[in-house]
Structures are given as structure tokens and as C-alpha cells.
């Protein structure tokens, strides 16, 4: 069984940074990719970012691409999501996700799920 725990959102303002950790459990950690997903009230879950199993290969979506940092240690089984140059349309719950299923990164179809932290991003 895997476990993910997520930490790091808080409020912040504009031009700000946020570091949000995702703490793993589970011996087969190092033999997933891994993501991060936002979502805000009443809208569907969207891709942020991901990363390959041994952190060779990262993803963004355009609206976070330059400013947002993905990363990984699989010797501490965490995840971390480096966030930059922060603007309010950025506030969401930020999710982390383990073990994409269907073959891509981009569609919320994964098979573990942290329960979410909470960023607000004031103007």
C-alpha cells in the first residue's frame, strides 16, 4: 500500500514562493512517477506537474512552466514542488499523485492520491 502525505501550503502573497513536500510510504516508491495536481472549488483536477521515476524527466504545464520546480529524492521518499513567482490564480488545493494509469501524465488517472494542502495566493 502506498501512502502520501502532503505539507508546505499556507498563504502567501504575490511574488511569493511555497515549497510543498510529499511524503511517500510504501517500499515502491522509487519505481513510480509522480505529480502534482491543483484543484479550486467546482473545477476538475488539473495537471501541474510530474516526474519520472528516477527524476531524469519532469513535465509542466504551460501556465506554471518557469516558475515551478519539481524534484524528487528517492533515498528520503519525497517529492517536492518548488513554487516561484507566485500569482493569486495559482490558489488551489495541490495534490500528489503516484503511479499514473492509461499511459499519460496529464489526466487526473492515477492510482494514489495525497489528500491535499491548501495555497492562497493573496494580490
Known amino acids: 500500500q502506498v501512502q502520501l502525505v502532503e505539507s508546505g501550503g499556507g498563504l502567501v502573497q504575490a511574488g511569493g514562493s511555497l515549497r510543498l513536500s510529499c511524503a511517500v510510504s510504501?517500499?515502491?516508491?522509487?519505481?513510480?512517477?509522480m505529480a502534482w495536481f491543483r484543484q479550486t472549488p467546482g473545477k476538475e483536477r488539473d495537471f501541474v506537474a510530474a516526474?519520472?521515476?528516477?527524476?531524469?524527466?519532469?513535465f509542466y504545464a504551460d501556465s506554471v512552466k518557469g516558475r515551478f520546480t519539481i524534484s524528487r529524492d528517492n533515498a528520503k521518499n519525497i517529492m517536492v514542488l518548488q513554487m516561484d513567482s507566485l500569482k493569486p490564480e495559482d490558489t488551489a488545493v495541490y495534490y500528489c499523485?503516484?503511479?499514473?494509469?492509461?499511459?499519460?501524465?496529464?489526466?487526473?488517472?492515477?492510482?494514489?492520491w495525497g489528500q491535499g494542502t491548501q495555497v492562497t495566493v493573496s494580490s
Open positions: 499523485a503516484a503511479d499514473p494509469r492509461g499511459g499519460t501524465y496529464y489526466n487526473p488517472n492515477w492510482s494514489y
Open positions: 510504501g517500499r515502491t516508491f522509487r519505481s513510480y512517477p
Open positions: 516526474i519520472t521515476w528516477n527524476g531524469g524527466n519532469t
